[in-house]
């Protein structure tokens, strides 16, 4: 199977270069204070992708050449979280899809509380 990625266009292939280029000499404790933050979205029940075996013939459903589904996909939620090098930050759960209004209350909410908890604690 394929493997998915982002789109990245001309532009944002040079701004990341520019960018790494810029703290290419940082220090550690400078990378130090670089606090990451992502969502993801986690299946709960199975997976989101497709998965190859390799079986021989009449093998076809037999327990490790099978995938285990329920009806109606079994649901899945979204999480936002953050982390830096002295440890992690505030987990949430994401209800709905994400859009820059949500994504922005949610850093709004969370981002700086766990920046100062994680620099205190």
């Known amino acids: 199977v ?19 280029k ?17 969502e993801t979205k986690i299946e709960l029940f199975g997976l989101n992708a497709k998965r190859h075996v390799w079986r021989k013939p009449g093998t076809t459903h037999h327990l490790a050449n099978t995938i285990t589904t329920v009806k109606h996909g079994g649901g899945s939620i979204m999480l936002w979280g953050c982390f830096l090098a002295a440890g992690t930050g505030s987990l949430v759960r994401v209800e709905g899809n994400i859009n820059a209004a949500m994504h922005r209350d949610i850093l709004e909410e969370n981002l700086l509380q766990s920046a100062l908890d994680l620099r205190l604690g």
Do not use: C, G, V, Y
């Open 2 to 20: 394929a493997r998915r990625k982002p789109l990245r266009i001309k532009r944002h292939k040079t701004a990341h270069l520019e960018f790494a």
């Open 22 to 38: 810029r703290h290419l000499k940082d220090s550690q404790t400078m990378r130090n204070k670089i606090l990451w933050s992502d």
